[in-house]
């Protein structure tokens, strides 16, 4: 019985002590995932006081209530969908049936509109309204529908 009392004491100091550093180490770790989370300094301060105060119950409530993703997850989200948008702002349609098409499409894989057509002197790829080839300053006889003109 001697014994117990001896070995009682530092057991309880031993999870005592075990219980202050799991409590320590949470709020710790709540401080530094909310950091990577917000900018909002205030909402810091609020997440890791909630743990500061009620522990294990004030982590279960952080993580019920901490935004969903990291300021750099929600960075790479962004990034991913701007370059969705411009890559589908670059990639111009027909003006026939409205399909994305390549830049040096000719004719339009689709509806088999015509796109482009191809400069007689340089051999290069022109829009169709253009009067001059901007490569090698060829004039070029425009459809009379493409402008407008009657005969």
């Given at each position: ?18 219980g202050?550093?799991?409590?320590f180490?949470?709020?710790?770790w709540?401080?530094?995932?909310i ?15 909630l743990v500061v ?17 990291t ?8 990034l991913e ?6 890559e589908?702002?670059?990639?111009p349609?027909?003006p ?11 004719m ?5 509109q ?15 309204d ?6 090698c ?15």
């Amino acid at each position: 019985m001697g014994t117990l009392r001896s070995v009682a004491p530092v057991a309880v100091a031993g999870f005592v002590a075990f219980g202050l550093a799991v409590w320590f180490s949470i709020i710790v770790w709540t401080f530094m995932d909310i950091r990577s989370r917000s900018r909002d300094k205030v909402v810091w301060g609020f997440a890791t006081a909630l743990v500061v105060l009620f522990n294990v119950f004030g982590l279960v409530v952080y993580l019920i209530l901490r935004p969903h993703e990291t300021l750099m997850q929600a960075y790479e989200r962004s990034l991913e969908e701007e370059a969705l948008l411009q890559e589908i702002e670059e990639r111009p349609i027909c003006p026939n049936c409205r399909h994305r098409v390549e830049q040096d499409y000719r004719m339009c894989p689709n509806c088999l509109q015509k796109l482009k057509d191809i400069c007689m002197n340089c051999d290069r790829l022109v829009e169709l309204d253009w009067t001059v080839c901007p490569f090698c300053t060829a004039e070029r006889k425009v459809p009379v529908a493409l402008t407008g003109e009657s005969a």
